[in-house]
């Protein structure tokens, strides 16, 4: 089942970049949302917080095994905040910056409909 983005924060930096950077945002963005359905697949799931170490360990390694298959010569950084969702507010902000060939990307899920998952990804050139 498709995971609709609940937030998106693109990096004005990165908007405003070349063809190239806006390409891997895409398949970043992409790799986010096949994240998400492949750790939450079943979307009755409820909060657990003894799991909730390993649903992000999970996230970040898969992240980070996906990006590094096409063997482009950048750097990643990858983080994930889980959230039981309780009508309560998350507010999160995140900024890089290490030169011209940088990006980063934050989404948040609605990853079931008892959880909210909050992904980023720092990407720059070597």
């Known amino acids: 089942h498709p995971v609709p983005p609940a937030t998106t924060n693109m990096d004005d930096r990165e908007k405003e970049k070349g063809s190239d950077q806006e390409i891997l945002g895409t398949e970043v963005k992409a790799l986010m949302n096949n994240a998400i359905q492949t750790i939450f697949d079943d979307p009755e799931r409820d909060y657990n917080h003894e799991e909730s170490d390993i649903w992000m360990k999970r996230l970040c390694e898969y992240l980070l095994t996906e990006l590094q298959k096409p063997k482009k010569a950048y750097k990643y950084v990858v983080g994930c905040t ?3 969702k309780m009508g ?5 902000c995140t900024s890089c910056y290490y030169g011209p060939q940088d990006g980063s990307l934050t989404e948040g899920f609605e990853a079931t409909k008892n959880i909210f998952a909050i992904l980023s990804v720092y990407w720059t050139a070597i």
Request: aromatic share 0%; no cysteine.
């Open 82 to 84: 889980i959230a039981r």
């Open 88 to 92: 309560a507010g998350l507010h999160v």
